[in-house]
């Protein structure tokens, strides 16, 4: 058989290209001779910078940076040239990604992407003449405050004191936003986002609401940053006329989508999109007999953007079948049934911990993708018989 396995990667475990080469090992357990392709996929998150680096033919630039609670870390962007033009490549998640936060820190009012924007100056001064950054794998919900102040957005207090912001839970401090110092080369240069296209900034639906309580917030912290977030887009609407507030993409990483529009004027896009352009996959699938992707967590989130559906969709367009493997079957999983995913699985095979889970993901995954293809060859030997009983 010709397979294509096109994976996306496990949050805090495995990277996209190792998720694909457990799942390969796993399907050559059962027959060493299938045909398999591996196509890796980045969704803005983990893995963005280095993937969408790799493919152009660029270098990774390590900086020193601030991290989401505040300390500095090491980080990185990717750099390459496209059409003549120096194009810097930033991964929200290598810098205030939720794999930064420490679990006994994980308290979105006190998060920031102030990292963020040291990482677009650190671009700046290396010469970028474009700046794309994946929005995806968070562990802030500032609305990107933290990065605007470190581009020079200052802000003040009700007695016009300037206050840095620390985090979502400082935003209700601030009386005034002055953008006046605002660095003169992130007002001109082209910034493009990938982001969760179904992520809005407020209302009840709004990124506070729905992410919060992954990133440690209690009910009671989720309606002081749903509030705060409600606040901030009012303060940069004196500089943005576009929809802050329920705009497609803006609550992106914490609301960093709405930042990016107020701050630097950024353009937002469907993350699977601007994936699209740099790797190519409709062509595999529409050659295949079968198609593997695989997520972190399958459930009702996962049709709005997520990889596996963005896969499974392209793939019902050739009529190819789709089975998903996942590391947890969480809510309302059944709805990916409809995007086009004919068979999912949980590679946990038994109760474990969190961080047996994370330790035992790619032996757990090769078993798991034995197992689904073991039960694709029964189906084929049950095809063949009855195909042979009705002659």
Partial sequence: MKIVVIPSGFKESLSAEEVGYAIEQGIKKVDPKHDITVIPMVDGGEGFAKTITKLKSGEIIHHRVTGPIGKKIDSFYGMFYEQGVKTAVIEMAAIAGLKNVPKHLRNPLKTTTYGVGEMMLKALDDGAERI???????????????????????????????????????????????????????????????????????????????????KGATPEQVELLAHNLEYLAELFHEVSTEDLKYGQGTGASGGLGAGLIAVCGAKLHPRFEIIMKYIQISDAIQNTDLVFTAEGCLDYQTPHGKIPSEVARIAKEYHKPVIALAGTIGKNAKINYDTGIDAFSSIIPEPATLEDSISDASKWLKNCAENAMRKVMIGILIAKAMKSHAS
């Fill in 132 to 214: 794309l950054i994946g929005c995806g794998d968070s562990g802030t919900n500032d609305g990107g405050i933290g990065m605007a102040q470190a581009l020079g957005v200052r802000c003040y207090d009700e007695k016009g004191k300037e206050i840095y912001i620390e985090g979502g839970g400082d935003i209700h401090r601030i009386k005034s936003i002055d953008f006046s110092d605002l660095n003169e080369q992130i007002k001109h240069i082209p910034i493009d986002a990938a982001v969760n296209w179904k992520n809005v900034l407020c209302g009840e639906r709004g990124v506070a609401r729905v992410f919060g309580p992954q």
